[in-house]
């Protein structure tokens, strides 16, 4: 089997239900396919073949989800490609999968073109979409799915064929290849399709960048794949998103904590109706179980806290809702795709109950190697990098990233834990912890922190709350106010540039 079998299940199961939304323009499933089929034909005929690469570096719109079922049509690789990354970012990744076309938008094609000018690629068939001033060896996806005959069927391509490369953020070095299958993909959605109780029909509004795993991985593929409706907004806009939850009836919405802060604040000034919503989904650092609770309690229905990585194709530990629940834990060892120990570091051997040691993961998600050479990976476990501890009942609760690890006088202290307390805070909306240089005990914890507008919070505040909730040795030495917080191109925390601010 592979995820367009799918796909072509539903177009014969349904063919006039909606697949995709965007704005006020809709596409069934049946028209979906056909242009999925359209999109394998052009890029046959632009010399893809199977197992080259395809960089797509789209936003959320509807050519990325053709672009993307185009190619798998032609049993090529996914290479998506942040939309934010600047020219030296895609030279790297294109030297390193050498792919046979790019597709871009208006406003990525000129670092598309640069960056290929100035890599090592030969032979690399380029479109773009609404590019009406682009040079003339510049094909019109748009326009060429749209008016091509298709020529290309469903094609028998085995699970096991590779899928995707997805990269890595790079937050502790230079971006990873990491190649995902079919089977990976298919995996993934199955069990998100379970967790998040979707069914043909189910509404889930993509907020996420779907060239990131999680936009593909636990949105996109699980939607299409159930026969659910994908509705695409490109840009995250809380008030926006709160009338698609109005107007198409989401059942499924998910996003970063600072999404959820959001919409709690608009929130605090309109009325909203979110019968529809039967689950939300948070992830990434910051989860608190204050902000669970007040998100659940907003939207009605259950919010689930997550954990997962590039190499897990985003997917990796869920709560489970149906049994008990042990807010912030990401839930327990045994997982539907994941089996998850933490040992110690330097033993290898698992740690006792409650003490933190590396995550180890292991399961129908993982990645079946990187492009790297330098990062193989071929063991049973795969370690994640990540600090974790498990409880008496097998709960696993993420810390944070071994290498964020603030030593403070011979104590650990995890970022993730106190930026988690911080924003417990009704007027903070994020919060960063990172080591100052500390002549007496080597590094020091100090906060950054973004508050909501009009806010009065004082800095004696937060050092307070966090010393009434935590040892002592974990709280802030310094708290300062910014009007952003700083983010790399893939929208993670950029903890660098605030460490190079101290």
Not at 208 to 234: A, F, N, Q, S, W
Not at 253 to 277: C, E, I, Y
Request: aromatic share 6%; with cysteine; hydrophobic share 40%.
């Amino acid at each position: 089997m592979n995820y367009l079998d799918y796909l072509a299940s539903n177009e014969r199961a349904f063919p006039d239900r909606v697949a995709v939304r965007e704005g006020d323009v809709t596409w069934t499933y049946a028209e979906l396919l056909e242009d999925a089929r359209s999109a394998a034909t052009v890029l046959g005929d632009a010399g893809v073949d199977a197992g080259d690469a395809v960089v797509v570096m789209l936003p959320n719109t509807y050519h990325f989800v053709t672009s993307t079922l185009g190619s798998l049509a032609r049993r090529a690789v996914v290479v998506p490609v942040n939309t934010r990354f600047q020219r030296r970012e895609v030279v790297s990744l294109i030297d390193q999968v050498e792919p046979s076309a790019a597709i871009a938008s208006e406003a990525t094609l000129p670092v598309v073109n640069d960056a290929l000018d100035e890599s090592d690629a030969t032979d690399v068939a380029v479109f773009g979409v609404r590019t009406d001033d682009a040079p003339d060896d510049v094909g019109r996806w748009d326009v060429a799915v749209r008016t091509t005959r298709p020529a290309v069927a469903v094609p028998e391509t085995m699970g096991e064929r590779e899928a995707f490369v997805l990269h890595t953020s790079g937050t502790t070095g230079r971006p990873k290849g990491v190649v995902h299958t079919h089977a990976n993909l298919i995996a993934v959605s199955d069990a998100s399709v379970v967790s998040y109780e979707m069914e043909p029909g189910s509404v889930f509004l993509a907020v996420m960048p779907l060239y990131h795993c999680t936009g593909i991985g636990t949105i996109l593929g699980p939607t299409l794949k159930v026969g659910g409706e994908l509705l695409l907004r490109e840009e995250w806009d809380p008030v926006a998103a709160l009338d698609d939850v109005e107007a198409h009836g989401v059942n499924v919405f998910s996003g970063v904590p600072a999404m959820f802060k959001d919409w709690l604040a608009v929130a605090s000034d309109r009325s909203v109706d979110t019968d529809s919503v039967r689950t939300g989904v948070i992830g990434g650092a910051g989860v608190s179980a204050d902000l669970i609770r007040r998100s659940e309690a907003f939207l009605d229905a259950p919010v689930l806290n997550g954990w997962g990585m590039t190499e897990t194709f985003a997917a990796g530990l869920w709560e489970d809702r149906r049994g008990p629940r042990r807010l912030p834990s990401v839930g327990r060892t045994s997982g539907r795709l994941i089996e998850a120990k933490v040992v110690d570091r330097s033993t290898g051997g698992e740690v006792p109950t409650n003490e933190p040691g590396e995550l180890l993961v292991r399961g129908e998600a993982l990645l079946t190697g990187y492009l790297d050479h330098e990062a193989e990976w071929t063991g049973e476990w795969f370690h994640t990098g990540d600090y974790a501890r498990v409880d008496e009942d097998g709960y696993v609760y993420v810390l944070d990233r071994v290498d964020y690890t603030i030593i403070t006088g011979g104590e650990n202290v995890y970022p993730q834990e106190v930026e988690g307390v911080i924003e417990e805070l009704d007027d903070v909306r994020e919060a960063a912890v990172v080591g100052k240089p500390d002549g007496w005990k080597g590094r020091k914890p100090v906060a950054f922190v973004e508050r909501h507008p009009r806010s009065d919070l004082t800095a004696e505040e937060v050092r307070d709350h966090v010393l009434a909730e935590l040892a002592a040795f974990k709280h802030p030495r310094q708290v300062t106010f910014v009007d952003a917080l700083p983010r790399n191109a893939t929208g993670k925390l950029d903890r660098q540039t605030l460490e190079e601010r101290l």
